[in-house]
């Protein structure tokens, strides 16, 4: 099935700098990538998305990149702030016809003011 | 504000006591999932309902159960919790049953204890 993995597990900045998260997945027909943010003890919300047939999307401090050929797509996230802390969740559709949601382990932020 | 609401918040019960978790919708749409999530793993998915349709995923216990009256509520339904069922519990809505353009909506979840 389908598989996508995420790196790093943990990710420790300095309040202002820029952090890069990055999700490979198996299934090249892959054609949606949504990022999650869980902050502690909330609820998994969309922060970016991307499909498959652009490169790149921004939206103010965050972006998101996608690589096709290389089956790897990357959250940025720049001028880092406290708030950013949070758990963050790559997924992409499953192998079933893309009518599930597969979610990569996670990423733990943490932004040092 | 559309929205996904769990009830209750926090729940605590007892080992081998029948517990349901309630989920209600305002976005009508027509998937409901049930996520279990633990110590801030990955939402591992239980089962969802397309409409009336009922998926369960394959290595979902048989302790777990669904139930969806109508287009708004859902339950989940876990008939002898064991210790090992202590989890963060999501509901999460989608328009469709699509991935694409089609992303999660989340509730706050119920956190739920066994004891």
């Known amino acids: 099935g389908e598989n996508v993995e995420q790196h790093p597990s943990t990710l420790s900045v300095q309040e202002g700098d820029s952090a890069v998260i990055k999700c490979t997945y198996s299934?090249?027909?892959?054609?949606?990538f949504p990022w999650y943010k869980q902050e502690l003890g909330k609820r998994p919300q969309l922060i970016i998305d991307i499909r498959s047939n652009v490169g790149e999307k921004k939206d103010q401090r965050i972006a998101v990149t996608l690589n096709k050929t290389a089956k790897h797509f990357s959250l940025h996230i720049t001028e880092t702030q406290p708030e950013d802390s949070a758990v963050y969740f790559c997924a992409a559709p499953g192998e079933d016809g893309g009518f599930k949601t597969i979610f990569g382990a996670g990423t733990r932020l943490f932004v040092k003011a | 504000d559309a929205m996904v609401i769990q009830n209750p918040r926090y729940q605590v019960t007892q080992f081998g006591k029948p517990v349901t978790l309630s989920c209600s919708q305002t976005l009508n749409h027509n998937v409901m999932y049930w996520y279990q999530q633990k110590s801030s793993q990955a939402p591992k998915l239980l089962f969802h309902?397309?409409?009336?349709?009922?998926?369960n995923e394959a290595d979902t216990p048989d302790n777990f159960q669904s139930r969806r009256p109508n287009t708004s509520f859902c339950f989940l339904d876990i008939r002898s919790p064991g210790l090992g069922d202590a989890a963060m519990y999501l509901c999460?809505?989608?328009?469709?049953?699509?991935?694409?353009?089609?992303?999660?909506?989340f509730g706050n979840g119920t956190r739920l204890t066994v004891t």
């Open positions: 309902y397309y409409d009336k349709d009922f998926n």
């Open positions: 999460a809505t989608s328009r469709d049953l699509r991935v694409l353009n089609s992303p999660l909506h």
């Open positions: 299934d090249s027909a892959s054609n949606y």
